[in-house]
């Protein structure tokens, strides 16, 4: 009986190491889980920021080529008055001549 007492209590001590092993390879196989989730969450911000960075850059972009387009826009509507004014310059300059070679 008490060889079998005390194999039976090897046996469960055995079992108990056992136990604590598959636990402490537990332990560490979710930290190396936990880890990698981590670096996967850090990873995922980089992108988002560098994405965030191109939008950025292009709304700038966009709004500097906006800029530029009305620009361009109002120095175009500037030329026009002016060459109408030049034009009436012009009509008047005419009619006064030939009111000049009329006279």
Known sequence: LH?????????????EKNKQEISMVEIERLKKAN????DS???????FDLHDQKIY?????FYS??????????EKYQLKIERNKLRKELVD???RLIE???E
């Open 93 to 95: 300059a005419q009619a």
């Open 100 to 102: 000049f070679k009329d």
């Open 65 to 74: 080529l906006m800029k530029t387009v009305l620009e361009l826009v109002d």
């Open 35 to 38: 880890s990698e989730y981590r």
């Open 3 to 15: 060889d079998h007492y005390h194999e039976y209590s090897v046996s469960q001590v055995q079992h």
């Open 57 to 61: 850059l292009q709304a700038e972009a």
């Open 41 to 47: 969450i850090e990873k995922l911000k980089e992108i």
